[in-house]
Structures are given as C-alpha cells and as structure tokens.
C-alpha cells in the first residue's frame, strides 16, 4: 500500500474538500462478476470530485487486484472503508485490518491480474 499511500497524500488544487467527498480514499474487497467470472478482489480507489460545482462529475482511479475464488476467500463475505473519516495514516492502517485486504498482504498466492482504471461514476 505504501505508493497508494503517497499517492493519495498528494494534494489536489481543484478537489473539492474531503468533508464534501471530494477527495477521498476507499478500500474495498469481495467476490464480484464483474469481469464475467466470480473472482475475489481487493480495491484501493482515489476519488475526485471538482470544487464548487454540485453537479461536478466524479472521477475515481482505482487498483484493483484479483486472484481465483477459494472457499476461504468467499467466506469472508465483502467489505469497504472510506478515509473520510479518518486521518490517512488511521485510514490505511484499519483498511490492512479489513479481512479482505489482511488475507491479500498476507498471503503467498500471487494475484492472477492486475487492473488501472480511471473511470468517471
């Protein structure tokens, strides 16, 4: 996590404030379809949204990593956290204590891929 961790410590001139949801982080793991076939992923996502406009889109870079579904990985169900409340530092630290994101850190399966997506929601 630590380059995520830089990363999302870079200041953004044009984000609104993360007390409005503009410039937040979320962690997230699970076992979704979303790419066809059940696969458990762990997420980390930087969100982005324009200052001073209500209507401003919302951008969100994500890192998303999948490995193939296990009985040990399904059981653990899925589960999210945003930095909104929470300095980053905390943020990250409960977001490794997530069952999903514990069992990737720890463990030797290495993931099947790896995927970058920008994309505005």
């Known amino acids: 996590m630590n380059d995520f961790e830089r990363f999302a410590a870079m200041p953004t001139n044009d984000c609104a404030p993360a007390d409005e949801d503009g410039g937040g982080v979320l962690a997230q793991f699970g076992t979704y379809g979303v790419r066809g076939i059940q696969e ?9 949204i324009e200052a001073g406009d209500d209507d401003a889109p919302t951008w ?18 899925s589960g ?12 990250f ?23 970058i997506t920008l994309d505005q929601v």
């Open 40 to 48: 458990f992923n762990v997420d980390l996502t930087r969100q982005f």
């Open 93 to 115: 630290r409960n977001a490794a204590l997530l069952p999903g994101w514990e069992w990737a850190l720890g463990t030797n399966k290495q993931p099947k891929s790896l995927e």
């Open 60 to 77: 969100q870079l994500s890192c998303t990593f999948y490995w193939d579904t296990t009985p040990e990985t399904v059981a653990m169900g």
């Open 80 to 91: 999210r956290l945003w930095s909104f409340d929470f300095a980053l530092e905390d943020f």
